[in-house]
C-alpha cells in the first residue's frame, strides 16, 4: 500500500477552499452562499465527469468522491430541504443576470425573487443630485450589502459539507480499489 501524497498544486487549492470557504461562513450573504452553491455544484459535475474519463483505481476514486458528494448534496437540498431548514440558493449567474435585467428594463417587470434575495433591486434611476460642497444631497440607492444571517450561514455550510464529504468517498473508494487488475506473477 503506497503512502498518501500530494503536490503543491493540490495543498494550494486546498488553502484556496479552506480560504473561500471561511470567508462565505464568516460573511453568511445571499452572494456568498449562491457563490459556493455554484462552485460545489461544477465541483461534483467535475467529478463525475472525472469518473467517466478515468480507468482503474482512479475511476473509483473520483466515483466515491462524485457519489459521496452528491449524496450529501441531494439529501440536504433535495426533497428533504425543510428538515435540515434551509432550500437551494440561486446560481451565482442570476445576480450578474439580475443586473442586467435592473439596468435593461427599471421597473417594466414583475419581479418574483424571493424576498431577502434581492442583489439588485429595482429603483428608479437617481435623478442628479447637486452637490453642496464635499456633500451630496438627494436620495441614494439601497445599499447592496446585507447583514450575516443564520439562514445563509446554512446554506453556505451544507454546500462546504457536500464538498467535504466528496473527499472521503475519494479515500473510501481509494481503499476499495485493487492495486491492479494485473494477476500476480
Known amino acids: 500500500m503506497s503512502r498518501l501524497r500530494f503536490t503543491i498544486a493540490q495543498v494550494m487549492a486546498l488553502v484556496l477552499f479552506v480560504g473561500l ?3 462565505a461562513l464568516r460573511s453568511s450573504t445571499v452572494l456568498w452562499s449562491s457563490a459556493v452553491f455554484t462552485l460545489t455544484v461544477a465541483l461534483l459535475s467535475a467529478a463525475v465527469l472525472g469518473a467517466m474519463a478515468r480507468r482503474g483505481p482512479a475511476r473509483l476514486t ?3 468522491f462524485a457519489l459521496f458528494g452528491w449524496i450529501y448534496f441531494g439529501t440536504t437540498f433535495g426533497p ?3 428538515v435540515n431548514g434551509v432550500k437551494a440558493p440561486p446560481y451565482v449567474t442570476r445576480w450578474g443576470l439580475d443586473y442586467w435585467d435592473a439596468n435593461r428594463w427599471p421597473g417594466g417587470r414583475i419581479n418574483t ?3 431577502g434575495e434581492v442583489l439588485f433591486s429595482r429603483f428608479a ?5 447637486p452637490i453642496v460642497g464635499a456633500i451630496r444631497a438627494g436620495p441614494l440607492p439601497a445599499p447592496l450589502v446585507t447583514v450575516p444571517d443564520a439562514f445563509q450561514f446554512r446554506r453556505t455550510g451544507h454546500c462546504l459539507a457536500a464538498t467535504l464529504f466528496g473527499p472521503v468517498g475519494a479515500a473510501l473508494g481509494r481503499l476499495l480499489a485493487g492495486e491492479d487488475d494485473r494477476p500476480n506473477p
Open 80 to 82: 428533504w430541504a425543510d
Open 21 to 23: 470557504g471561511f470567508a
Open 113 to 115: 425573487a424571493p424576498p
Open 62 to 64: 473520483w466515483t466515491g
Open 125 to 129: 434611476p437617481v435623478q442628479a443630485r
